[in-house]
């Protein structure tokens, strides 16, 4: 079993920047792909950033050059860096973390840019 905790959502103005950190405990870590989500209200669940085991990204389109996704294994965490922030960023960011048959979610974080 795997216990995930996101951190460091909060307000921000557009174009400011927010790093996201998700903690995990309860399992090894480095095994997962670790994955962040965002739910804007009224909106499917979406995927926006990805990191394998061996540190392969991905991104969706409408974050590429903006968001960073990365991951410290030695503290089990896994990390987003926002910045160059949009209204339409606005939601509830989820981390996940997954390798079959096991899927975990955080409670997440709520992200609000507005000014």
């Known amino acids: 079993q795997v216990q995930l905790v996101e951190s460091g959502g909060g307000l921000v103005q557009p174009g400011g920047s927010l790093r996201l950190s998700c903690a995990a405990s309860?399992?090894?870590?480095?095994?997962?792909?670790m994955t962040w989500y965002r739910q804007a209200p009224g909106k499917q669940r979406e995927l926006v950033a990805a990191i394998t085991s061996g540190a392969t990204t991905n991104y969706a389109d409408s974050v590429k050059g903006r968001f960073t996704i990365s991951r410290d294994n030695a503290k089990n965490t896994v990390y987003l860096q926002m910045n160059s922030l949009k209204p339409e960023d606005t939601a509830v960011y989820y981390c996940?973390?997954?390798?079959?048959?096991?899927?975990?979610w955080g409670q997440g974080t709520q992200v609000t840019v507005s000014s």
């Open positions: 309860g399992s090894i870590f480095s095994i997962y792909a």
């Open positions: 996940n973390a997954y390798r079959w048959p096991y899927d975990h």
